[in-house]
């Protein structure tokens, strides 16, 4: 299993995963019509503008076993302001389904701490949604601190969100 930053080859990998995480996911969380709606086309526009920009403020990355991506994750600047002290974000991280709980996404986690690190960033947050059963992955997993949780809406429905910080990538990093 090798992480490493995604190239404009992985565009409709990157895409597929992102829409199949969704869908298998938040199936029974998420209203079906709004799952059923989710395009793997769209993602890839998105995620074909992130990869093309040259000095995006986004990094990306893929995981792989055998020249076979199966998941992603995307970091960069928190964008709330509301953690002055915690400064860096993930953004994303899906795998499929099958490739979950393997590993996988410790190993993104951790290389995103030590990308975001390299670019002078010294804290990391996530925000996941309080139904998601992932959510024990940032508790239990990655002992993340819960900071708040904030109502969002999702396809016409509204959801609590939970935020989960680090205030050190070095404590992160050493662990």
């Keep these: ?3 490493r930053l995604a190239q404009l080859k992985d565009v409709q990998v990157i895409a597929d995963i992102h829409v199949a995480s969704w869908k298998t996911t938040y199936r029974g969380i998420v209203s079906e019509e709004y799952l059923d709606s ?9 995620w074909k ?24 994750a995307a970091v960069g600047k928190e964008r709330t ?3 002055p002290e915690i400064d860096g974000e993930l953004y994303a991280i899906y795998l499929y389904e099958n490739a979950q709980r393997k590993g996988g996404g410790k190993q993104l986690v951790a290389k995103a701490a030590e990308v975001l690190k390299e670019k002078g960033y010294h804290g990391l947050l996530v925000w996941v949604l309080d139904d998601n059963p992932a959510k024990r ?3 239990e997993a990655l002992n993340g601190e819960f900071l708040e949780s904030v109502d969002i809406e ?22």
């Design 81 to 83: 302001g509301k953690y």
């Design 38 to 46: 989710l395009k793997v086309e769209d993602r890839q526009e998105m």
């Design 154 to 175: 999702i396809g016409g429905q509204s959801f609590k969100e939970a935020a989960y910080g680090w205030y050190s990538l070095d404590q992160f990093i050493s662990r």
């Design 1 to 3: 299993m090798i992480v």
């Design 137 to 139: 992955f940032y508790e």
């Design 49 to 72: 503008r992130v990869l093309s920009t040259e000095n995006h403020p986004t990094t990306v990355f893929v995981v792989e076993e055998e020249d076979t991506v199966f998941g992603f």
